[in-house]
């Protein structure tokens, strides 16, 4: 199914370490969830591409190549932020958040997006899983020139930091979140982040350049999203 905007392959991209959907699939729920969420949220249906299966072509040893150039080729761009994405040996982070990074600051709306109410939101568009440590969040924001603002799923007590799951109550989470909110402020975000770029002048006409075409990646001083939390 083709993206809602003419010329890019999917609408959202799911990034995640393979690692941190072991056991009880934390990534594969949260990505059902965000779906039907979606669902409620869009009159239309939104394309989301998730590489649940290790052997589609996206593992941590997989050769890159356009086909996967072309997955990046999206409206938004969600990485779950866990204590081992942020890795300069990891394909996730290397070849999917630094490429789209990459990709979509040279398109034709830039990685930053004014939204309808002026404000501005980057099309990366962080879930966090974790606290992670200080050298991870300095990794994370010198790559997007900003202050990393996510929206977070982390069940937080004491010695604890893990997934926020689906039947944890916000007195027992020293975070206070609900999953349920959490994951429909998510998809508040991306309305307002796709709405925007619906509503580029250029948006319904506009012929991208080939994807081989040489760019250079701008670091910028805005703050990336508008939502933390």
């Known amino acids: 199914m083709p993206s809602i905007v003419p010329g890019y392959e999917y609408d959202i991209?799911?990034?995640?370490?393979?690692?941190?959907n072991k056991g009880e699939r934390w990534v594969s729920d949260f990505v059902e969830a965000l779906r039907t969420e979606l669902?409620?949220?869009?009159?239309?249906?939104?394309?989301v591409y998730f590489d649940e299966n290790p052997n589609d072509g996206l593992l941590e040893s997989y050769h890159v190549n356009k086909s996967l150039e072309g997955k990046l080729?999206?409206?938004?761009?969600?990485?779950?932020?866990?204590?081992?994405?942020?890795?300069?040996?990891?394909?996730?982070?290397?070849?999917?958040f630094c490429?789209?990074?990459?990709?979509?600051?040279?398109?034709?709306?830039?990685?930053?997006?004014?939204?309808?109410?002026?404000?501005?939101?980057?099309?990366?568009?962080?879930?966090?899983?974790?606290v992670i440590d200080a050298d991870d969040q300095h990794l994370i924001e010198k790559e997007i020139g900003g202050v990393l603002r996510s929206i977070d799923f982390i069940y937080k007590s004491a010695g604890v930091n893990r997934p926020l799951k689906r039947d944890d109550t916000r007195s027992e989470n020293n975070n206070h979140f609900s999953y349920r909110d959490q994951v429909n402020k998510l998809a508040n975000a991306i309305?307002?982040?796709?709405?925007?770029?619906r509503?580029?002048?250029?948006?319904?006409?506009?012929?991208?350049?080939?994807?081989?075409?040489?760019?250079t990646t701008k670091k910028r001083g805005k703050i990336p999203l508008i939502i933390a939390g």
Request: proline letters at 6%.
């Open 13 to 20: 991209f799911i990034s995640y370490r393979h690692k941190d």
């Open 39 to 47: 669902e409620s949220t869009f009159k239309e249906e939104v394309s």
């Open 73 to 96: 080729k999206c409206l938004i761009f969600i990485p779950v932020i866990s204590q081992t994405y942020c890795d300069l040996k990891s394909f996730a982070w290397l070849h999917e």
């Open 99 to 130: 490429a789209f990074n990459k990709l979509a600051s040279n398109d034709r709306f830039g990685i930053d997006i004014k939204l309808l109410n002026g404000n501005v939101a980057s099309r990366i568009l962080p879930v966090k899983i974790n």
């Open 191 to 197: 309305k307002e982040i796709i709405g925007a770029m």
């Open 199 to 215: 509503n580029t002048p250029s948006s319904a006409q506009f012929s991208e350049p080939p994807l081989s075409a040489p760019a």
